[in-house]
């Protein structure tokens, strides 16, 4: 497999556009999870997938972020409209249900998205 | 909520050196932990995972353990090496509480100079 497959892997932006960020997760694996890291706030969840069912979006920091997993195979995370304070790198990792006992989370290579 | 808290926050030693980085958390009914590590720009590499029922998981020169009652982890790098300059990340599962997130402390950034 070719692992958690992130597009594009940079974003540049002007404020007020729409962004969407695509991930396609490792085959089988039915968690999927969006994180955004910045330096003064490190990694933090966003939103989490379950068998393509949101489960928490509380870390969806306001109404301009939106994500979907139409299928088990392609997740979505969209911004609109953009603002510079969205700047940062985007992450989506993949893992096996949590009844598995393998349950390692399986990161992309992330998007960084610059909003200028 | 759980915290998880990494120090030191950065550490800069000679090559050869032996290192342990310590990972603590809040909520110790943890499903597993999960030692992640990020060189400049990439993603994030998986190490090392210790489930709950484990107390450590050994891959080459790296060890990590888990003690889930005093809400600490720590990684052990043997002979330290320039090429393991990067930030090491650990990140926690709960157990209970309805999720199953992989929460992350903020990383120790290493740099072994030679």
């Known amino acids: 497999d070719a692992g958690v497959i992130q597009s594009p892997r940079h974003e540049v932006t002007e404020m007020g556009q729409e962004v969407t960020l695509r991930c396609k997760p490792i085959s089988g694996h039915n968690s999927l999870f969006w994180y955004r890291q910045t330096m003064m706030r490190g990694l933090e969840l966003l939103i989490y997938?379950?068998?393509?069912?949101?489960?928490?979006d509380s870390g969806m920091p306001e109404d301009r972020f939106s994500a979907k997993m139409p299928n088990a195979s392609f997740s979505t995370l969209k911004i609109q409209p953009s603002e510079p304070r969205d700047s940062a790198v985007y992450f989506c990792?993949?893992?096996?249900?949590?009844?598995?006992?393998?349950?390692?989370?399986?990161f992309g290579q992330g998007t960084r998205l610059t909003v200028v | 909520k759980q915290e998880v808290t990494q120090i030191p926050a950065a550490l800069s030693v000679p090559e050869g050196e032996n290192l342990v980085l310590n990972c603590s958390f809040t909520d110790s009914a943890i499903y597993n932990l999960q030692w992640f590590r990020q060189d400049p720009g990439k993603g994030l590499t998986s190490l090392l995972l210790?489930?709950?029922?484990?107390r450590e998981q050994t891959s080459g020169r790296l060890n990590a353990s888990l003690d889930k009652s005093s809400g600490r982890s720590t990684l052990y790098i043997a002979a330290s090496q320039p090429g393991d300059s990067a930030t090491y990340l650990c990140?926690?599962?709960?157990?209970?509480?309805?999720?199953?997130?992989?929460?992350f402390g903020r990383g120790t950034s290493l740099i072994v100079h030679p």
């Open positions: 210790i489930q709950s029922s484990q």
């Open positions: 990140a926690v599962r709960l157990k209970s509480g309805g999720s199953y997130i992989p929460t």
């Open positions: 990792a993949s893992s096996l249900p949590v009844y598995r006992t393998n349950t390692e989370a399986f």
């Open positions: 997938f379950n068998n393509n069912v949101p489960i928490d």
